[in-house]
């Protein structure tokens, strides 16, 4: 008894070493979709949003801040456009969307896309990630070239049909959000999306139609690993 004793004491010793030394442990869970919307405000935009979640394994001591988060988008000229966080918001699919937006928030801002899909924007903040614990939140990206975070790598979005040209070209789709992270580096977090509907033999872009008429659209991401 006396030596279980011992080799548990020595176990916790070395657990709450290792922990110490080496502080969070955090894992950036796959999104399971991208919402597309277009906020048809002052100046037109097209936003990309996500359904992000960060869990860090850590014990309750060892908490962590993200401190940027961006979004890169691989692109069939190679340029990888990258765009910065801007917003948090909660989307709504609804038959009521315009009337549903009469009650906005007073701290939030209501985007009507289209008849059907709201998106209730609240101002961004820094996300921050208890130890034993999960964040989960709907982060969004302004797709605008004046939102870039990569120099130079966002000139073909100027505007929605541009952006939304851009997003068209290629049958598929790879989204990275990048979170870095105060303690525990770059986190990334990959939702790859196939635009090409089932049994097509040649892919026939339809998004940039599909955002332009209708003004929103919700894509599932392919099951992906953790980065």
């Known amino acids: 008894m006396a030596g279980a004793a011992l080799i548990l004491s020595l176990t916790t010793v070395l657990t709450g070493a290792w922990f110490a030394l080496r502080g969070s442990v955090v894992t950036a869970v796959p999104p399971d979709s991208v919402f597309l919307y277009v906020d048809k405000g002052k100046a037109a935009v097209l936003t990309a949003g996500f359904d992000t979640a960060l869990v860090n394994s850590?014990?309750?001591?060892?908490?962590?801040?993200?401190?940027?988060?961006?979004?890169?988008?691989?692109?069939?000229?190679?340029?990888?456009?990258?765009?910065?966080?801007?917003?948090?918001?909660?989307?709504?699919?609804?038959?009521?969307?315009?009337?549903?937006?009469?009650?906005?928030?007073?701290?939030?801002?209501?985007?009507?896309?289209?008849?059907q899909f709201l998106a209730i924007e609240e101002p961004r903040r820094t996300l921050d990630v208890p130890g034993g614990a999960s964040r989960s939140e709907y982060i969004g990206f302004v797709l605008h070239k004046s939102n870039c975070a990569r120099g130079g790598a966002c000139d073909a979005f100027v505007d929605v049909p541009s952006a939304a040209r851009a997003l068209s070209q290629a049958e598929s789709l790879t989204f990275r959000v990048h979170y870095r992270l105060y303690s525990d580096g770059e986190k990334v977090a990959v939702c790859r999306v196939n635009l090409k509907f089932p049994g097509q033999t040649a892919y026939q872009p339809w998004l940039e139609q599909r955002l332009t008429t209708t003004g929103w659209v919700v894509l599932a991401c392919e099951r992906d690993t953790v980065a």
């Open 58 to 115: 850590a014990s309750g001591n060892y908490g962590d801040v993200v401190t940027r988060i961006t979004l890169e988008i691989d692109a069939p000229d190679g340029r990888r456009p990258a765009f910065d966080y801007e917003t948090l918001f909660s989307p709504v699919l609804s038959e009521n969307a315009e009337a549903q937006a009469e009650d906005c928030p007073v701290t939030a801002r209501c985007v009507v896309a289209g008849r």
